[in-house]
């Protein structure tokens, strides 16, 4: 916890201090010997998910001769690189484009929930319902996730095809409106796309207004969140889905996604490896069109995260002798885990040759880091909890909502959170909190975030419709997905939150290690200096006090 405090502080002194001196964060940066940073042509941003700082300096020491050791040769490493808390992948990767916290981006999580919302068409129709529209008590689950792809079934939680129904790089062929969350605007009930839930503007924002192109690729078609509040930053979303039925591994069977195998979700990133590849060699992702180098373009990496947290592959008949995670407390990884950093390790030197056949190399700036750690590394800490406790807590009603993986957040039903309980004369929120407390020892909780503490850190949720009412801050080492997974992250401790941040460029000299404590936010200011756009042009830097990343 005192992570995240650590960085809220951090980040509201400096602008503080900045603002009391007339000074703005991107003036604070002192342009002296980073010229050479300046007038990039193309920036590739990878995000390892679940890759944490300890990870990659294992890797490169017993892999000297490797991609990630070469890149830091020709770069800046930071060790002491931290995520967002929560450290979901929504707000984490949100984190990396935009410079914002939760705070000021406005996404707690992937499954989340808004209080002014309602659910969606296909939420009554799939079940045989009639549907009421907008009609009902407001507040809903968000689901930007597989379940807004067209082929996503209800019944089994799946999509059929990786497609997700559309066509790869067109992302609203992908996306089913009536698997949206839905809004009142003007009296009329609309879907709620992705991108209408960011609250802050986006580096693929700034980058297409200035007239330049913008590609990314990612894990669900959902993460159109990253084109920001407009709707316009991305040209292309490259976004074959993850949960979808696995169509390449031989030994997979009906029901299997491409998280239950280790070869399987290899198969599946390799999609988007070469989707990056096409925009380097000029084209679109899917290599159908002539089309610009992006000026910002990139992809996240399913592999790792897939490693951590697969104990055992399931029907990949390769898989069999494979077990995931690490071996010890120190982060060796097992065998398992070996072959995932092994392969983005060489897709990463597919980037870098790729990049030096069309002379790009020394115009581009790489940067590599994650979205989220993943906790425990350890196996021998993983505590495999129930979470349905919450869900039992005064006033969640019928209408609460509550997700745990590592952490637990919880929202009561919007029309119970601030009324009276009748069988005690509490108001609801105050026998909620007393509830969870009681069960703190059951839940394995270390501290529960309430109204008070979440309003310092966030806004407050009697008056933000996303800001959780409760988050429980768990012991390390607890998940509560159970099952025999290994890892889970969302959390706040060291092992959701410092990840690895490589920032590379054959112009840089040497490598070097900036030791103090930065952040993921840190990434999309640093992206717009390196284009030589303003980085105060993102709402974030001039909100919450971000500065680009210190190079020295």
Not at 4 to 33: E, H, K, N, P, W
Not at 329 to 343: H, M, R, S, Y
Request: aromatic share 10%; proline share 5%.
């Amino acid at each position: 916890m005192h992570g995240f405090r650590d960085y809220l502080s951090s980040t509201a002194a400096i602008a503080a201090a900045m603002i009391a001196c007339g000074v703005s964060a991107a003036q604070a940066d002192d342009d002296g010997g980073h010229s050479q940073r300046h007038g990039y042509k193309h920036v590739l941003l990878i995000s390892v998910d679940g890759m944490h700082a300890v990870d990659l300096k294992r890797w490169v020491a017993s892999h000297p001769g490797g991609n990630f050791a070469k890149l830091t040769q020709k770069g800046v490493v930071y060790p002491n690189a931290f995520t967002t808390a929560p450290s979901d992948s929504y707000p984490g990767m949100l984190a990396q484009v935009t410079g914002a916290t939760p705070k000021g981006g406005g996404l707690f999580y992937d499954d989340s929930y808004d209080r002014t919302e309602y659910p969606a068409k296909a939420f009554y129709t799939s079940q045989g319902l009639n549907d009421p529209g907008c009609v009902n008590a407001a507040g809903t689950e968000l689901t930007n996730f597989e379940a807004l792809d067209k082929s996503y079934n209800y019944s089994t939680g799946l999509v059929a095809d990786y497609t997700g129904g559309g066509t790869l790089g067109q992302v609203y062929t992908q996306l089913d409106p009536d698997h949206m969350q839905r809004k009142l605007v003007n009296g009329q009930c609309v879907p709620v796309y992705p991108h209408d839930y960011v609250r802050t503007n986006t580096i693929f924002e700034v980058i297409h207004e200035a007239g330049m192109r913008t590609a990314w690729s990612d894990k669900h078609p959902a993460y159109e969140d990253l084109a920001g509040p407009s709707g316009k930053g991305l040209d292309e979303l490259f976004a074959p889905e993850i949960n979808s039925q696995d169509t390449f591994d031989k030994g997979a069977q009906t029901g299997d996604d491409y998280t239950t195998s280790y070869t399987g979700v290899r198969t599946y990133d390799s999609l988007k490896v070469q989707a990056v590849l096409n925009w380097i060699d000029g084209y679109d992702g899917s290599r159908m069109q002539i089309k610009p180098v992006p000026a910002v373009f990139g992809m996240n990496f399913q592999a790792v995260s897939v490693g951590q947290k697969l104990a055992k592959a399931g029907n990949a008949d390769t898989d069999k002798s494979l077990v995931g995670g690490y071996t010890d407390a120190q982060a060796t990884p097992g065998n398992a885990l070996t072959l995932q950093f092994q392969f983005v390790d060489d897709a990463l030197g597919k980037f870098v040759n790729e990049l030096k056949t069309h002379n790009l190399y020394d115009s581009t700036l790489i940067i590599v880091s994650a979205k989220h750690g993943q906790s425990p590394i350890n196996v021998k800490d993983r505590v495999a909890i129930s979470d349905a406790l919450y869900s039992k807590a005064p006033g969640f009603g019928a209408n609460g909502f509550e997700i745990c993986d590592d952490e637990a957040l919880v929202w009561l039903s919007p029309e119970m959170q601030q009324a009276t309980n009748p069988a005690t004369g509490n108001p609801y929120y105050a026998d909620a909190k007393a509830y969870i407390l009681a069960h703190a020892t059951d839940l394995h909780i270390q501290k529960l975030l309430d109204r008070d503490e979440l309003t310092r850190l966030y806004e407050d949720p009697f008056h933000n419709s996303r800001v959780p009412d409760f988050i429980a801050i768990t012991d390390h080492g607890v998940i509560c997905t159970g099952g025999s997974k290994l890892a889970e992250h969302g959390g706040f401790s060291d092992d959701d939150r410092n990840v690895l941040l490589l920032v590379a460029s054959p112009r840089m000299d040497h490598g070097r290690v900036v030791e103090e404590k930065t952040f993921t936010t840190q990434i999309a200011p640093t992206i717009l200096r390196a284009l030589d756009l303003d980085p105060r042009s993102l709402q974030a830097v001039r909100e919450e006090g971000v500065q680009v990343l210190n190079e020295k």
